[in-house]
């Protein structure tokens, strides 16, 4: 694979054919809007989109992991002992059994 082209959502849809013949040459295409990336495209084929697929949902479970991991770490959660998650397991579980309870005020 070549280097990596730039083109704008503009472009895609202005320059289809040239745009095509860069898929082909470089295998990936950065799809920009007001000059921010917003999409990546690259090159597949009958055999093998669906293990592309199968590999960018890979990434994209990661990227929720990391995030997860990470807004653990900021909140602190990640330093809980067993027995604070099991807490509020419980607490959690208790609020979803008990009606809730309106005033009437």
Do not use: C, H, W, Y
Request: aromatic fraction near 2%; hydrophobic fraction near 40%; glycine fraction near 4%.
């Amino acid at each position: 694979m070549g280097s990596t082209s730039f083109v704008s959502f503009r472009e895609l849809r202005t320059s289809t054919t040239k745009i095509n013949d860069m898929l082909t040459d470089d295998g990936k295409i950065i799809v920009t809007s007001n000059g921010k990336p917003k999409a990546i495209m690259i090159q597949v084929n009958e055999t093998d989109f669906e293990d592309t697929l199968a590999i960018i949902n890979q990434v994209k479970l990661a990227r929720v992991i990391n995030n997860l991991r990470a807004s653990a770490r900021n909140s602190g959660a990640s330093e809980m002992s067993l027995d604070e998650i099991n807490a509020e397991i419980a607490l959690s579980r208790k609020e979803r059994r008990e009606p809730l309870v309106r005033s009437n005020a």
